[in-house]
């Protein structure tokens, strides 16, 4: 048994039609159009850094002196918080809170604390100290060039 077409399924039905009917438009010389645009993207790419290099060449998000050993630093911003949990060993987590999405704000006493529920999170791994959280905050990427850090 079929049903009868509603006004809707032929509105879709037919923008659909008409949006597949245009794929090649524009590209009368044999679909040129599109594989120079496709050229064109792709030399800009190649020529232009990574969102990733971009990243590390941009401004840092803090120098390693501002990050005490054995503690961290919240950037409420980026959502990012960044521990030393030995000297030299840098380390970020998302500041999310697993538990129900409060944002971090203290790093103490080898603990992530989120203010809301009372989670904290241990500053060299990110798991679970106390909750209620019950999963870890989750690893952010970082890059040390020398004094500063960078997100990636």
Do not use: W, Y
């Not at 037919?14 to 064109?40: D, F, K, P, Q």
């Amino acid at each position: 048994m079929t049903q009868p077409a509603t006004r809707r399924t032929v509105l879709a039905t037919g923008a659909g039609a008409i949006a597949l009917g245009c794929v090649g438009c524009g590209a009368g010389n044999g679909g040129e159009a599109t594989s120079s645009a496709s050229s064109a993207s792709a030399a800009s790419s190649a020529s232009s850094p990574s969102a990733q290099e971009a990243a590390t060449d941009g401004k840092a998000l803090a120098r390693t002196s501002d990050i005490p050993e054995g503690g961290g630093k919240v950037f409420k911003k980026e959502k990012v918080v960044v521990t030393q949990p030995k000297k030299g060993d840098f380390k970020a987590f998302s500041a999310i809170c697993t538990h129900q999405g409060c944002t971090v704000n203290a790093v103490a006493d080898g603990t992530i604390d989120c203010p809301c529920h009372g989670s904290r999170f241990r500053i060299d791994d990110g798991s679970v100290a106390h909750g209620p959280a019950t999963k870890p905050l989750p690893k952010r990427s970082i890059k040390v060039n020398g004094k500063s850090i960078h997100l990636t």
